[in-house]
């Protein structure tokens, strides 16, 4: 069982399209980071955010970290084909990360 | 830096016997995790080791699971009696924790993917 509750599981959307990732959990973490694995790679970190209520944007990607630090969302503007790849988010507590399952990002040209 | 290597990237093997993955984190890192990963799920913990010691295993972990990090460098994971259900992706990750911080960014390795017939 997931501590971290990732949606939409699978999102297809063309190239140019918006697009927006949630994570939510009933757990409250130190922080949350977001990942971006491609097939037969390992995860790589996108962004931590701490703070409660903070946001952060790198170019098109956009994270937000709810006040209550327990939920999480990624938006993405106008997105391209190299954006593909499964997000995931995670938590952290008590030294370790946990993830959740994921969300499986398809842009198509 | 090099990056975390594991080996190897790929094993098939037949029910009931023993694997033995290898991660060499990178260089200096304080932290090695043990994170496995099914189709259609996220990275699921294992364990961790600070430096030398191992400080958590997770429930996932059978009796027939043991990891090592022998000098606080690199690590084993071995699974004895290989089952179906252990067929899965097995990650290593490492980072450097300063202090009594929680936990900071992992670096992970390209995975050893693990097939039980």
């Known amino acids: 069982t997931q501590l971290l509750e990732q949606s939409p599981q699978f999102l297809s959307i063309q190239e140019g399209e918006n697009l927006t990732v949630y994570c939510n959990s009933s757990s409250v973490f130190s922080s949350l980071q977001w990942y971006r694995q491609e097939p037969g790679e390992g995860p790589v970190l996108l962004v931590t955010v701490v703070t409660g209520g903070e946001v952060k944007k790198l170019k098109r990607l956009t994270f937000q970290f709810g006040d209550a630090r327990k939920d999480s969302s990624l938006h993405i503007t106008a997105a391209q084909p190299g954006d593909t790849g499964l997000y995931l988010c995670a938590g952290a507590s008590d030294y370790k990360l946990s993830f959740g399952a994921g969300t499986t990002v398809t842009v198509r040209a | 830096d090099t990056g975390v290597s594991q080996d190897p990237r790929h094993k098939i093997t037949k029910r009931g016997q023993n694997v033995t993955f290898r991660c060499d984190p990178i260089?200096?890192?304080?932290?090695l995790y043990w994170y496995r990963q099914t189709l259609g799920q996220g990275p699921e913990f294992l364990t961790y080791f600070q430096n030398e010691a191992q400080l958590e295993k997770s429930r996932l972990l059978s009796d027939r699971f043991s990891a090592e990090r022998p000098k606080g460098s690199f690590s084993t994971l071995e699974i004895q009696r290989t089952e179906q259900g252990d067929s899965a992706m097995y990650l290593c990750?490492?980072?450097?924790?300063?202090?009594?911080?929680?936990?900071?960014?992992?670096?992970f390795g390209e995975g050893s993917r693990l097939t039980v017939l």
């Open positions: 990750a490492s980072s450097l924790i300063p202090g009594a911080m929680d936990t900071g960014e992992l670096f």
């Open positions: 260089s200096e890192h304080n932290r």
